[in-house]
């Protein structure tokens, strides 16, 4: 199991990347995230099955909760921008500044460009700026559109294959340790056990993610101002 979130400005697709990758859907009029939400999806890597836990939430920081839990145990960040609105590109430092805070030094992070169905139009951020940031930073880079699919899987499963190829660079007796438990052959056995590792995500982060994330929907459908 690899975590995997998702982090960007507000109404940059974040969401609908994320519904592209795990159930080949788009919707043009999807609405705000509100809190935290995960999917997960799986797939083939180095011939290993891996299951992509993907956690997304708000752009938009009233609607976003605790953010510890959300980035801890992250082996994965898609950042995501606009590719026609460039302050979403202009923030992605930010981003990466609130990544290197809170999540593992080793984080595999990639910046998508969004809604490269619209550059032809509209183009806000030059591929090659993009490029050249992603490399000062040390991510990876790809533009993608959610609404046509185009690049989208290819974006996330390079990201799951960084991610694999980082895990199996992690000293021997980490690395063995984990693949028995992920072929059951390990004490406690079964994928469970490492995603236990990877996340480490208590019962109480999960409670304060659930509590938080009602007291948002709750905030977010009353009338005050
Ligand atoms: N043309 C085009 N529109 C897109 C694309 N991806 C998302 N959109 C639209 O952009 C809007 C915002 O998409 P979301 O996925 O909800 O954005 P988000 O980043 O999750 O936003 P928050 O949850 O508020 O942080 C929606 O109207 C989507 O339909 C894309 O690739 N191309
Ligand atoms: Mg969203």
New binding site residues.
Partial sequence: MFKIV?I?????????????FTRDE?????????GIEFQTHTVDIARRRVKAQIW?????ER?RAVTGAYYRGALGAML?Y?VTRRHTFEHAARWVDELRAHADKSIVVMLIG?????AAAGRAVAADEAAAFAEEQGLFFSE?????GENVERAFLRLLEEIHANVSRRPLGVAADEEASADGRGHGGGADVLMLKGTKLSLADEMSIIMETSALRRASSCSCS
């Fill in positions: 998702v960007g400005d507000s109404a940059v697709g974040k969401t609908q990347l994320l519904g592209r788009f919707f043009l009029d999807s609405k705000s995230t509100i997304d939430t708000a752009g938009q609607y995501v606009d969004n809604k490269a169905d619209l993608a559109s959610a609404l046509s």
